[in-house]
């Protein structure tokens, strides 16, 4: 089971990007992902695509399970 911590950011041409952080300490604190969401944004450090980071538009913790099988 493989748990992943999925900020989504607004950016400043009306799009979505996301940061994902693998194996995020539970449970979440969400006032801590808030005040973190808010330093990313203030350092401006990250961009994509879309532009620059300027808003916290959200966080969820995604829980995926994988199951493999050898095929021979």
Do not use: C, H
């Not at 900020?7 to 801590?32: H, Q, S, W, Y």
């Not at 969401?37 to 990250?46: R, S, Y």
């Not at 994509?48 to 829980?63: C, E, F, L, M, N």
């Amino acid at each position: 089971m493989a748990k992943t911590l999925e900020l989504m950011f607004g950016t400043e041409f009306g799009k979505t990007a996301r940061i994902a952080v693998e194996n995020p300490k539970e449970p979440v604190d969400e006032a801590a992902v808030k005040q973190s969401m808010e330093q990313i944004i203030a350092a401006d450090v990250f961009t994509s695509a879309s532009g620059r980071y300027v808003a916290a538009k959200g966080a969820r913790v995604i829980d995926r399970n994988v199951v493999e099988y050898e095929i021979v």
